[in-house]
């Protein structure tokens, strides 16, 4: 697997995915169709839900994980 470094602009753009309604909707409740849009379609086009994954290491719709 390859590693990719996280550039500024990587982390620039996922800022936007981190402030996104949609992705926010997707994040907080796990199920209907925004969901579905962006589990199935968003994260295959949008460059701020790429960048998210590549500087969060998950998906754009994956909640995120609890503090320990």
Do not use: S, W
């Not at 470094?5 to 925004?34: F, I, M, N, S």
């Not at 199935?40 to 590549?54: L, Q, S, T, V």
């Amino acid at each position: 697997m390859p590693t990719t470094t996280v550039t500024p602009l990587d982390r620039a753009l996922a800022k936007v995915c981190e402030c996104c309604p949609v992705c926010l909707h997707a994040r907080h409740y796990q199920q209907g169709v925004v969901f579905n849009f962006v589990k199935n379609i968003e994260g295959d086009i949008c460059p701020f839900c790429k960048a998210y994954e590549r500087v969060h290491g998950r998906k754009a719709h994956e909640k995120r994980q609890p503090a320990r």
